[in-house]
T-cell receptor, first 115, second 115 residues
Framework: AQSVTQLGSHVSVSEGALVLLRCNYSSSVPPYLFWYVQYPNQGLQLLLKYTSAATLVKGINGFEAEFKKSETSFHLTKPSAHMSDAAEYFCAVSVDKAAGNKLTFGGGTRVLVKP | EAGVVQSPRYKIIEKKQPVAFWCNPISGHNTLYWYRQNLGQGPELLIRYENEEAVDDSQLPKDRFSAERLKGVDSTLKIQPAELGDSAVYLC?????????????FGNGTRLTVT
């Protein structure tokens, strides 16, 4: 069975600083990987996805993530944080074709942006 | 396109009472999911529908939870009787189906508080 680990339940960054959110996955087969963002009292919105094409994936709002098979990682970055980036971010994995798009989520990382 | 619509947004009930949540997926999306998100955690899948068929309900507590998706469109999730531990956000999502390339679109969720 697949699993996802997000290192750090809370991250605090200054406005304009680099945002780095860590995600490691466990899977015996090539995975599909996703990052979702959740703003307060809202559902999850897809930021980006890796589906075995380019290992560096660009998403919305200036975010990008790099798939590293050797490290089983899919870390999310943004060069310069904006106040509007304050939200909770979830990494998710899908590996089982028989399960369709069944996503397994990590525990989430809440991002606080300081002015 | 209109997004996934859920109602109600908030629900407060006493334990042992029944409660129901409703979801209207994006038009044309064959796959529908119900996830439960406990406070400070990532969403966990309860049930997945392909059209009107429940193809994955292994995580649904069947002694008290039930779900249906009539005509393969709208879906209802019911809890009877509710317990204190059922307090959570219940998220509905839909997708075109298939594997990997069709991302999930989430509704804003129903926040359930059981007192």
């Amino acid at each position: 069975a697949q699993s996802v680990t997000q290192l750090g339940s809370h991250v605090s960054v200054s406005e304009g600083a680099l945002v780095l959110l860590r995600c490691n996955y466990s899977s015996s087969v090539p995975p599909y990987l996703f990052w979702y963002v959740q703003y307060p009292n809202q559902g999850l919105q897809l930021l980006l996805k890796y589906t075995s094409a380019a290992t560096l994936v660009k998403g919305i709002n200036g975010f990008e993530a790099e798939f590293k098979k050797s490290e089983t990682s899919f870390h999310l970055t943004k060069p310069s944080a904006h106040m509007s980036d304050a939200a909770e971010y979830f990494c998710a994995v899908s590996v089982d074709k028989a399960a369709g798009n069944k996503l397994t989520f990590g525990g989430g990382t809440r991002v606080l942006v300081k002015p | 396109e209109a997004g996934v619509v859920q109602s109600p947004r908030y629900k407060i009930i006493e334990k042992k009472q029944p409660v129901a949540f409703w979801c209207n997926p994006i038009s044309g999306h064959n796959t529908l999911y119900w996830y439960r998100q406990n406070l400070g955690q990532g969403p966990e899948l309860l049930i997945r529908y392909e059209n009107e068929e429940a193809v994955d309900d292994s995580q649904l507590p069947k002694d008290r939870f039930s779900a249906e998706r009539l005509k393969g469109v709208d879906s209802t999730l019911k809890i009877q009787p509710a317990e204190l531990g059922d307090s959570a956000v219940y998220l509905c999502a839909s997708s075109l189906g298939g594997f990997g390339n069709s991302p999930l679109h989430f509704g804003n969720g129903t926040r359930l508080t059981v007192t």
